[in-house]
């Protein structure tokens, strides 16, 4: 009969899982959490427990749990169990399996319900710009600043799609909301999304040969929100973001996700931000456009313009990896209602990037 484990055997699995490159004590390392938490005690408000009661949760511990849900694409209820059973998760939220120690004993994970209050408290308090920003300074301070010119994309995260009358999506669209719909219907549609057409490259010719008319690029209808952002092309982190639904013009946002930090002047995007409106704009801020050229229509595309073209593909190209990152590593889409939410998880996804990003560059600096 095997015998009880003890406070050794736990130090024993913490050392192997350290010996075994727990990404999570490398993210604990070169993250300081701390920083975030005159921000989030500011968010959430609390009271000064005069009355008494049951002391809360600490407000980085909380965090933590957060950025677990967003590094591994957990649910509430899938959190508070994963943070119980896996010993790293634990360790890096600052609990302790056993009692002493100076750290929380395992009894001091919060439970689902207690998850989802913390994030609303955060949602209605628009935290999560400052905690963005806060960690953006503190990438700065560390000397990673911004260089190199920056990068700017969009890309639609898709949401949970709605099913809708003709007569409903007119109502939603004009910014009203059906007057026969009951609270609870109100409550579970999202009528802040907004569908759009992601279209894809022209197919092929059958064959090799030249079609007497072009076939059409495949069109793929998306409902959801766009996460518009702009990457600095040295390191590469995310500096500036905006949350828009889906159907928003991604040149419409070009002036707000322009870092004026970025110690370069160039600007690296796609043909979707040249307008002469956006030309103009980054002209006056005194940046230089890197920008894709369209193919002329109904003519062939010019050489020059096509070697111009390949060559700033190159660089834009680098954007690309912060979407796949997020959309296939984090499993990002969004699960919730209205836009202040969406908000809020696109805004951990970009969060959670930087944070890995940083350890991977950080990891890279380190002596063999």
């Known amino acids: 009969m095997a015998g009880r484990g003890g406070f050794f055997d736990t130090d024993d699995r913490l050392a192997w899982l350290s010996a075994a490159g727990d990404p999570l004590e490398r993210l604990a390392k070169v993250v300081d959490f701390e920083l975030f938490r005159s921000e989030l005690e500011v968010a959430l408000a609390r009271s000064d427990r005069s009355k008494g009661g049951r002391p809360p949760y600490d407000a980085v511990l909380m965090f933590k749990v957060l950025v677990l849900q967003t590094l591994y694409t957990l649910s509430d209820e899938a959190a508070e169990y994963q943070v119980r059973d896996r010993l790293s998760f634990m360790r890096f939220v600052g609990l302790a399996l056993h009692a002493g120690g100076g750290m929380p004993p395992a009894s001091w994970v919060p439970d689902a319900k207690t998850l989802w209050l913390y994030r609303e408290r955060l949602v209605r308090a628009g935290a999560f ?38 007569d409903e999506k007119d109502t939603i669209k004009g910014g009203g909301v059906p007057d026969d719909w009951t609270p609870a219907r109100r409550a579970q549609i999202d009528t802040e999304g907004r569908w759009t057409i992601k279209r894809g490259r022209k197919r092929e010719a059958p064959g090799g040969g030249q079609p007497r008319q072009a076939l059409g690029a495949i069109a793929v209808p998306m409902f959801g929100y766009k996460n518009h952002l ?17 159907a928003r013009h991604d040149g419409s946002q070009l002036g707000e996700v322009l870092d004026r930090s970025n110690l370069a002047r160039s600007v690296w995007a796609d043909t979707a931000y040249r307008s002469k409106a956006n030309l103009a704009m980054m ?63 696109i805004a951990l996804a970009n969060l959670a990037y930087n944070f890995r990003r940083l350890a991977w560059i950080e990891g890279r600096r380190a002596p063999a």
């Open 129 to 166: 710009d400052s905690l963005f920003a806060r960690f953006d300074a503190a990438v700065r301070d560390k000397g990673y600043l911004a260089l190199g010119g920056q990068i700017i994309d969009a890309t639609v995260v898709e949401a949970r799609r709605p099913h809708l009358t003709r």
């Open 230 to 246: 702009g990457i600095d092309r040295t390191h590469g982190f995310v500096r500036r973001f905006v949350v828009t639904h889906a």
């Open 283 to 345: 002209e006056r801020r005194g940046f230089f456009p890197e920008v894709q050229r369209p193919k002329p229509r109904g003519r062939t595309m010019p050489e020059h313009i096509r070697r111009g073209n390949a060559t700033r593909a190159r660089i834009r190209a680098h954007v690309e990896h912060v979407f796949a990152a997020e959309k296939r590593g984090f499993k990002l889409v969004i699960r919730t209602i209205g836009l202040a939410r969406a908000k809020a998880k």
